[in-house]
């Protein structure tokens, strides 16, 4: 079964079809005896707005990817309508890439049931290229979220 969420969410879970399409054997991967543990105790309000900043600037590229041309749109108008959306698609892509080292910097560890057959025994959680194991990077994010909540620090 194909799962995909359908939007970008306050804590930068990706829209769907747009960056992500992932196969899943049931519809949420989440267990909740099993979750991915984070540590906040490293990082401060500086962290905390750029991470807000980069799921902004995703929101904002997505808005824009999802928007629909208008008929009475000239030729030229049109490849404008496309280059806007090109742009916005790299810029959502490189604030994807700057949200997950952002995630890295609090991420201890990912439990064995969320990551993909394949995943090596040992991962080092600081390389953001260590989040390629993970199955479903959005649910990854949904929970880096409610653990932000005040008073679930650290984790």
Same mark, same amino acid.
């Given at each position: 079964?194909?799962?995909?969420?359908? =939007?970008?969410?306050?804590?930068?879970? #990706?829209?769907?079809?747009?960056?992500?399409?992932?196969?899943? %054997?049931?519809?949420?991967?989440?267990?909740?005896?099993?979750? /991915?543990?984070?540590?906040?105790?490293?990082?401060?309000?500086?962290?905390?707005?750029?991470?807000? =900043?980069?799921?902004? !600037?995703?929101?904002?590229?997505?808005?824009?990817?999802?928007? !629909? /041309?208008?008929?009475?749109?000239?030729?030229? !108008? !049109?490849?404008?309508?496309?280059?806007?959306?090109?742009?916005?698609? #790299?810029?959502?892509?490189?604030?994807?890439?700057?949200?997950?080292?952002?995630?890295?910097?609090?991420?201890?560890?990912? /439990?064995?049931?969320?990551?993909? /057959?394949?995943? %090596?025994?040992?991962?080092?959680?600081?390389?953001?290229?260590?989040?390629?194991?993970?199955?479903?990077?959005?649910?990854?994010?949904?929970? #880096?979220?409610?653990?932000?909540? %005040?008073?679930?620090?650290?984790?």
């Amino acid at each position: 079964m194909t799962s995909t969420k359908e =939007h970008v969410d306050q804590n930068g879970a #990706l829209a769907e079809g747009v960056v992500e399409k992932l196969e899943t %054997p049931n519809d949420s991967i989440v267990d909740d005896r099993e979750r /991915p543990t984070f540590d906040f105790s490293r990082v401060g309000y500086g962290w905390d707005r750029r991470y807000r =900043h980069e799921v902004g !600037q995703i929101m904002a590229s997505l808005a824009i990817l999802r928007s !629909q /041309p208008r008929r009475d749109l000239t030729p030229e !108008q !049109q490849a404008d309508f496309q280059l806007k959306q090109s742009t916005a698609y #790299l810029e959502m892509d490189e604030a994807v890439e700057r949200r997950d080292v952002l995630v890295t910097q609090v991420l201890q560890d990912v /439990p064995r049931s969320w990551l993909v /057959p394949d995943a %090596p025994e040992e991962i080092d959680w600081s390389l953001s290229e260590s989040l390629d194991h993970v199955r479903d990077m959005n649910e990854l994010v949904t929970v #880096l979220g409610e653990a932000r909540t %005040p008073g679930a620090r650290p984790t």
